[in-house]
């Protein structure tokens, strides 16, 4: 299907003898600036919850006296079916933000007992929900991301979100040692972190448009 959006692209250029600008540059002008920015900023908040939700993690069950494995297990196999289950949520009603909102609400729910709690039970089934919807919810970017950007710069448009979201994410680790260094007990630190990186998540992706549905076209308006 890629390929014959490529095709059509390049045969939309050939009947009106025009060529593509160099799209890294097209990303910033001021019809699509807004867009590259709420997409960057919007994979960011993603990057930051998804960081402030397992970099940590390891450390934080070895000073509780865990055995890390099975807690890390539990989030993993949580984020691997979160991931289908919100992606193909998201091509039902609920759409992108809808699910996006969903899954985030609920892994902000799920706070208690994947960090804030002293029982191992609750906190192994906290690690699977967090997984589930915490980590899951990346499920609908794949998709949320091609769609928001026009077709002559769909690849450079969201490779460009992607990579600026990662490198604003990867403050994360600091922030939460940070705010260990002053006194922060490291799973109030990691609380609040993916709280509030959450909240952010669902108030970006409420800034931009519901994609889903949105017919990939060879003009530029697509």
């Known amino acids: 299907m890629r390929e014959g959006y490529r095709h059509e692209r390049r045969k939309h250029l050939d009947d009106h003898q025009k060529e593509d600008e160099v799209s890294l540059l097209r990303i910033f002008r001021r019809d699509l600036l807004g867009t590259t920015l709420q997409s960057s900023i919007l994979i960011g908040s993603f990057m930051f919850s998804y960081y402030s939700i397992s970099f940590w993690y390891a450390t934080f069950l070895r000073e509780r006296g865990l055995s890390t494995l099975p ?79 026009p077709t002559a710069v769909r690849s450079v448009g969201g490779g460009f979100a992607y990579h600026a979201g990662a490198a604003l994410g990867s403050m994360t680790p600091y922030v939460i040692g940070a705010l260990r260094d002053r006194g922060w007990a490291l799973q109030n630190a990691m609380a609040i972190c993916i709280a509030v990186s959450l909240v952010i998540v669902v108030a970006m992706i409420w800034l931009g448009p519901e994609t889903r549905g949105r017919e990939l076209l060879a003009v530029d308006g697509s």
């Open 71 to 149: 807690y890390v297990v539990a989030l993993n196999v949580g984020g691997i079916a979160g991931a289908f289950a919100w992606g193909r949520l998201s091509e039902g009603r609920p759409g992108r933000r809808g699910s996006a909102t969903i899954a985030a609400v609920i892994a902000i729910a799920m706070v208690p007992i994947y960090v804030l709690t002293g029982d191992p039970r609750l906190l192994l089934l906290g690690g699977l929900l967090m997984g589930f919807f915490g980590a899951g919810m990346w499920g609908v970017v794949p998709t949320y991301l091609t769609e928001r950007f």
